[in-house]
């Protein structure tokens, strides 16, 4: 059976939804034992790189959608008017529109993820477990944005989105509560 069928079979949702809920489990206790554990100042200028390595997956999906798109209307399997306003009588198929919705997701949460960087950066206010946390961030984008273009099935697309909202919740957390509400 293939993941992109499984929901549409008779398998129950708790069956489908076991393994990536593992996953998010697995990530919020990961996320209280590295909490819990020593912390100790590094340069907040290590937080560049993940921040790099996240626009790079932005930058490679960008240039995956700009292709998709033009191969879709080369090969007939969209129009161009589709293109224009969405609306379109036939509109593309899916797979040349996962790059596109993608790309529109990294334009959203990981907003959030440059902000608090640049935030830190600022403040000069980075340890350890912040720069381990952003890497996390942005390994878990990757495997979203991989799951999403190759496969798209939601159960671990989900498990990988929750859990990078939880570990830039916890990003966000430790720099509120380390620099001051007020």
Not at 28 to 57: D, K, N, R
Not at 156 to 181: D, E, H, K, P
Request: charged content about 10%; overall charge positive.
């Amino acid at each position: 059976m293939s993941p992109t069928n499984a929901t549409a079979t008779n398998i129950s949702l708790p069956r489908i939804y076991t393994a990536p809920c593992i996953i998010v489990g697995s990530v919020a206790a990961w996320l209280f034992w590295l909490l819990a554990g020593e912390h100790w100042a590094v340069p907040p200028e290590l937080l560049v790189s993940p921040m790099a390595a996240l626009f790079m997956l932005t930058a490679l999906v960008w240039l995956m959608m700009v292709v998709a798109r033009n191969v879709a209307v080369i090969r007939g399997h969209a129009s161009i008017r589709y293109f224009a306003d969405y609306k379109a009588d036939v509109p593309a198929d899916d797979r040349f529109e996962r790059p596109a919705r993608t790309f529109n997701n990294l334009m959203q949460v990981p907003a959030l993820f440059y902000v608090i960087c640049l935030l830190m950066l600022v403040e000069k206010n980075a340890d350890n477990v912040q720069i381990v946390l952003a890497w996390a961030f942005v390994v878990l984008r990757y495997a979203h944005a991989i799951i999403y273009m190759a496969v798209n099935w939601v159960p671990y697309r989900f498990a990988t989105w929750a859990s990078s909202c939880i570990v830039l919740g916890a990003l966000w957390f430790r720099f509120v509560t380390a620099v001051g509400l007020g």
